[in-house]
């Protein structure tokens, strides 16, 4: 199942989950009514009364369900980090010396960088032993990874790779937007059980009261209602366990599945599932809210069989090794019982972690360059090819890669981050000097472009900021333009930290470089949007439901847009250029005639184009990616400039590309 097909099928999952809930809370509302007529005595009433009392109950059922999901939601705009806080969760420092906090940290950047997404934020949960991690936001910009304790210290390295991989499925499938959609809902059907617990209290409380005053008991009704209001609450407890197994249990197995294909092996992920069967803990966390989360998790956050939110634990093992025997785990346990297993021991006898002291040269977790010691997932790195390397490219190829890193793109990933200068890496990790970089890195490489660039930042942000734009830029006059994207989205963590403010702020900093001058060229312009489009989506996340429901027909003059300023910047000849442009509608809308005609205003005509080309539906906006690569590799060759663009392109239209460099060469 490709990136797109998962699209579907999430749209598909967020039309289950309105019908499920839809039900829930008719069951809900029905119990109610049952209870408000015999509580009030008005089964008695003549029919005009009769129904306007259960159309008053109704909307009231109805507006309590609805304002608490509502709230809920809202609530939960912070993002996934917000959702890593109530959970318990701390953020792991950049400069952590904990080799088992720098560890979980190189291998989420490295997950990101293969993903083609921006780096997460990163949570532990020191209170929880057991082995268990989730991912939550409403999009990968605003998203949050946590890992229980238990996790750093249970797993080894390619177990937590396993894990991570996982959850970062979830990111770029969009699963976490019906996560956390789910969580909202949830609320909404179990907050009558809330207000059952305090009227019947109030009841019981003032009937007693009552009683001693002779008044007859008539808090009685008060009393049923909280009591109604309860069995209905435990009716919402029952449709959110089977609305949470519903949503949640055939993903998982997807996401194992993408695990895998991540890492190109199964002992990662099978290794973590099997000491979860074999360890006292197993997944089990200790937080109140753990039922609230429980469909996000990686692993089953209770000890309970009614209505799983993830199929069994020996099912999930076999799906990945068949030979599986699941006697195995009673084994595992009875040898875990006196002596539980020790991630970082077991890094140390794989060779990927050394068995020196940390503080000692080569010990993980060294301040001076915050970086795990080379293991296995960095040896033999392949280098990418030079700037004016032309490779090989099938765009079915492409389209199979979108949202799918293959091992390559990770160990990829990994060679990018020891490719990236350490001075590099500490300031985009810095919440000072992460700021600077970035507008550094989007200033143009053109000297005349650059001053106008400078002078509109210090007119309207200050010279502070602007000189320390300009300082970066001349840092980064030496990094090659494939890790340009990269060390951008290193930033993202440390971005978040800053106030809401100081982010506007850079908001309009990055909307003030791309505007500066309508000369900046096409690629300059691609990364300054990505970057301006996932701050926006960092800073104010969109927890609406999305359409997504635009057809191709209706979107002809973005796409042509697109695909002509594609055409004219990678052919100067303009009969080669229209005749790239024609392959990409062709393979966008046949049998369509689209002139060639490139917009004046050059790259800035894509503006208004974004939004109307991102609302696609995932078929046709499949199909707009396919177009792109025809355009970009007309020839059949591309450049890793070309590459790159392509990707920022991909991004943009929240289709996320991994690095391609080794997978499409031929």
Same mark, same amino acid.
């Given at each position: 199942?490709?990136?797109?097909?998962?699209?579907?099928?999430?749209?598909?999952?967020?039309?289950?989950?309105?019908?499920?809930?839809?039900?829930?809370?008719?069951?809900?509302?029905?119990?109610?009514?049952?209870?408000?007529?015999?509580?009030?005595?008005?089964?008695?009433?003549?029919?005009?009364?009769?129904?306007?009392?259960?159309?008053?109950?109704?909307?009231?059922?109805?507006?309590?369900?609805?304002?608490?999901?509502?709230?809920?939601?809202?609530?939960?705009?912070?993002?996934?980090?917000?959702?890593?806080?109530?959970?318990?969760?701390?953020?792991?420092?950049?400069?952590?010396?904990?080799?088992?906090?720098?560890?979980?940290?190189?291998?989420?950047?490295?997950?990101?960088?293969?993903?083609?997404?921006?780096?997460?934020?990163?949570?532990?949960?020191?209170?929880?032993?057991?082995?268990?991690?989730?991912?939550?936001?409403?999009?990968?910009?605003?998203?949050?990874?946590?890992?229980?304790?238990?996790?750093?210290?249970?797993?080894?390295?390619?177990?937590?790779?396993?894990?991570?991989?996982?959850?970062?499925?979830?990111?770029?499938?969009?699963?976490?937007?019906?996560?956390?959609?789910?969580?909202?809902?949830?609320?909404?059907?179990?907050?009558?059980?809330?207000?059952?617990?305090?009227?019947?209290?109030?009841?019981?409380?003032?009937?007693?009261?009552?009683?001693?005053?002779?008044?007859?008991?008539?808090?009685?009704?008060?009393?049923?209602?909280?009591?109604?209001?309860?069995?209905?609450?435990?009716?919402?407890?029952?449709?959110?366990?089977?609305?949470?197994?519903?949503?949640?249990?055939?993903?998982?197995?997807?996401?194992?599945?993408?695990?895998?294909?991540?890492?190109?092996?199964?002992?990662?992920?099978?290794?973590?599932?099997?000491?979860?069967?074999?360890?006292?803990?197993?997944?089990?966390?200790?937080?109140?809210?753990?039922?609230?989360?429980?469909?996000?998790?990686?692993?089953?956050?209770?000890?309970?069989?009614?209505?799983?939110?993830?199929?069994?634990?020996?099912?999930?093992?076999?799906?990945?090794?068949?030979?599986?025997?699941?006697?195995?785990?009673?084994?595992?346990?009875?040898?875990?019982?006196?002596?539980?297993?020790?991630?970082?021991? =077991?890094?140390? /006898?794989?060779?990927?972690? !050394?068995? *020196?002291?940390?503080?000692? +040269?080569?010990?993980?977790? #060294? &301040?001076? @360059?915050?970086?795990?010691?080379?293991?296995?997932?960095?040896?033999?790195?392949?280098?990418?090819?030079?700037?004016?390397?032309?490779?090989?490219?099938?765009?079915?190829?492409?389209?199979?890669?979108?949202?799918?890193?293959?091992?390559?793109?990770?160990?990829?990933?990994?060679?990018?981050?020891?490719?990236?200068?350490?001075?590099?890496?500490?300031?985009?990790?810095?919440?000072?000097?992460?700021?600077?970089?970035?507008?550094?890195?989007?200033?143009?490489?053109?000297?005349?472009?650059?001053?106008?660039?400078?002078?509109?930042?210090?007119?309207?942000?200050?010279?502070?900021?602007?000189?320390?734009?300009?300082?970066?830029?001349?840092?980064?006059? =030496?990094?090659? /333009?494939?890790?340009?994207? !990269?060390? *951008?989205?290193?930033?993202? +963590?440390?971005?978040?930290? #800053? &106030?809401? @403010?100081?982010?506007?702020?850079?908001?309009?900093?990055?909307?003030?470089?791309?505007?500066?001058?309508?000369?900046?060229?096409?690629?300059?312009?691609?990364?300054?949007?990505?970057?301006?489009?996932?701050?926006?989506?960092?800073?104010?996340?969109?927890?609406?439901?999305?359409?997504?429901?635009?057809?191709?027909?209706?979107?002809?003059?973005?796409?042509?847009?697109?695909?002509?300023?594609?055409?004219?910047?990678?052919?100067?000849?303009?009969?080669?250029?229209?005749?790239?442009?024609?392959?990409?509608?062709?393979?966008?809308?046949?049998?369509?005639?689209?002139?060639?005609?490139?917009?004046?205003?050059?790259?800035?005509?894509?503006?208004?184009?974004?939004?109307?080309?991102?609302?696609?539906? !995932?078929?046709?906006?499949?199909?707009?990616?396919?177009?792109?690569?025809?355009?970009?590799?007309?020839?059949?060759?591309?450049?890793?400039?070309?590459?790159?663009?392509?990707?920022?392109?991909?991004?943009?239209?929240?289709?996320?590309?991994?690095?391609?460099?080794?997978?499409?060469?031929?």
């Amino acid at each position: 199942m490709n990136f797109f097909e998962r699209q579907r099928q999430v749209r598909r999952l967020s039309t289950r989950l309105v019908l499920l809930f839809v039900l829930a809370v008719v069951g809900i509302v029905v119990v109610v009514n049952i209870a408000a007529l015999f509580a009030f005595n008005a089964t008695t009433a003549d029919p005009g009364q009769l129904a306007g009392f259960v159309a008053m109950v109704t909307i009231a059922t109805v507006a309590a369900i609805g304002l608490a999901a509502l709230v809920r939601t809202l609530a939960l705009r912070g993002g996934g980090g917000k959702v890593a806080r109530e959970l318990g969760g701390v953020p792991v420092p950049a400069n952590t010396t904990d080799p088992e906090l720098r560890r979980l940290r190189n291998v989420v950047e490295e997950m990101a960088l293969a993903s083609g997404v921006p780096v997460p934020e990163v949570y532990v949960l020191p209170e929880e032993t057991a082995i268990n991690a989730f991912a939550a936001g409403w999009t990968p910009s605003d998203a949050a990874v946590a890992v229980t304790r238990g996790a750093l210290q249970r797993l080894n390295r390619d177990e937590l790779q396993g894990v991570i991989a996982h959850e970062f499925s979830h990111v770029v499938n969009g699963d976490m937007r019906l996560n956390i959609r789910l969580m909202g809902l949830l609320f909404g059907i179990l907050f009558l059980t809330v207000i059952g617990r305090g009227l019947a209290r109030a009841g019981v409380i003032g009937g007693g009261r009552s009683r001693g005053n002779n008044s007859g008991g008539s808090a009685a009704p008060l009393a049923l209602v909280g009591l109604a209001l309860l069995v209905a609450g435990y009716v919402g407890v029952l449709a959110g366990r089977l609305i949470q197994a519903s949503v949640s249990r055939q993903r998982e197995y997807l996401a194992d599945a993408s695990a895998v294909q991540y890492t190109r092996q199964t002992r990662g992920i099978a290794g973590a599932l099997k000491k979860i069967g074999g360890l006292t803990d197993g997944s089990e966390l200790k937080s109140p809210k753990r039922d609230e989360v429980g469909h996000m998790l990686f692993g089953e956050a209770a000890r309970t069989s009614w209505f799983a939110t993830h199929p069994p634990l020996a099912d999930r093992i076999k799906a990945l090794e068949p030979s599986f025997d699941p006697a195995e785990l009673q084994q595992l346990s009875r040898r875990w019982a006196a002596a539980p297993p020790s991630g970082r021991q =077991e890094d140390v /006898a794989m060779g990927l972690a !050394p068995a *020196a002291a940390p503080g000692q +040269p080569g010990a993980p977790g #060294r &301040p001076a @360059a915050g970086r795990e010691t080379p293991g296995r997932a960095r040896q033999a790195q392949p280098g990418p090819p030079g700037r004016g390397e032309r490779v090989r490219v099938a765009p079915e190829e492409v389209l199979g890669r979108v949202a799918a890193p293959t091992e390559s793109a990770y160990t990829h990933a990994a060679a990018i981050l020891d490719r990236i200068p350490d001075p590099l890496l500490d300031r985009a990790r810095d919440r000072e000097a992460a700021v600077p970089l970035l507008l550094g890195l989007l200033l143009s490489a053109e000297p005349e472009i650059r001053q106008h660039q400078y002078a509109a930042v210090a007119q309207r942000h200050g010279q502070e900021l602007a000189d320390g734009a300009l300082r970066a830029a001349d840092d980064l006059v =030496e990094l090659p /333009a494939e890790l340009r994207l !990269p060390l *951008a989205e290193l930033t993202f +963590p440390a971005l978040r930290e #800053r &106030p809401d @403010a100081e982010l506007e702020s850079l908001l309009a900093a990055v909307f003030t470089l791309i505007h500066a001058d309508g000369a900046i060229n096409v690629t300059e312009y691609c990364l300054s949007r990505l970057l301006l489009a996932e701050l926006e989506e960092s800073l104010r996340p969109d927890s609406r439901w999305r359409t997504d429901r635009r057809k191709l027909t209706d979107t002809r003059s973005a796409a042509a847009a697109l695909l002509a300023i594609l055409a004219q910047v990678g052919h100067p000849d303009r009969g080669e250029a229209e005749r790239a442009y024609q392959a990409g509608v062709g393979t966008l809308l046949p049998d369509t005639n689209l002139p060639y005609a490139p917009p004046e205003n050059g790259v800035l005509a894509l503006e208004t184009a974004w939004p109307v080309l991102d609302g696609l539906r !995932p078929g046709d906006k499949e199909r707009l990616v396919a177009a792109t690569v025809a355009v970009i590799s007309h020839d059949g060759m591309m450049t890793v400039p070309e590459i790159e663009l392509l990707r920022t392109i991909c991004g943009l239209l929240h289709c996320p590309l991994p690095p391609m460099v080794g997978d499409v060469t031929g």
